[in-house]
């Protein structure tokens, strides 16, 4: 399966890779379709769901699905009240030329990923800039 993945992308990705990539879209997806939360509570018990959804999807239990299977990024960004495929039109114009083989919500997934990476350096870069406390 590895090298067959090799062959048909171009790329060094394992079939590890494309089924994160999968476990991810699809938790997306997931989150997207449930209600919004008004409670840590209701929160915890949509990943909960989700993660169970997905796992079934994937042949796996939840607990290995969620951690070996699903980019956290997205579940934080679900916790953060972020909806993921709000970034639909920020992915179809901003890396339209970059990932023209995706489909929209792949897109949308991919730019939530780049950007959670990039805030997350921002604040490492700036809590170690800062002189230590006393």
């Given at each position: ?74 579940l934080n960004s679900y916790v ?10 920020k992915a179809e114009s901003e ?40």
């Amino acid at each position: 399966m590895n090298n067959y993945s090799r062959i048909i992308t171009g790329k060094d990705l394992t079939a590890k890779h494309l089924r994160t990539w999968s476990g991810t879209l699809l938790a997306a997806l997931a989150l997207d379709e449930l209600e919004s939360f008004d409670s840590a509570a209701q929160a915890k018990r949509n990943l909960c769901a989700a993660i169970e959804k997905v796992a079934g999807k994937l042949g796996n239990t939840p607990a290995i699905c969620r951690k070996c299977y699903v980019h956290p990024e997205v579940l934080n960004s679900y916790v953060d009240g972020n909806l993921v495929l709000e970034l639909k039109s920020k992915a179809e114009s901003e890396l339209r030329s970059d990932v023209q083989s995706l489909k929209p919500e792949e897109a949308a997934v991919l730019a939530l990923l780049r950007l959670r990476r990039k805030c997350n350096a921002r604040r490492r870069k700036g809590s170690a800039q800062r002189p230590p406390e006393h």
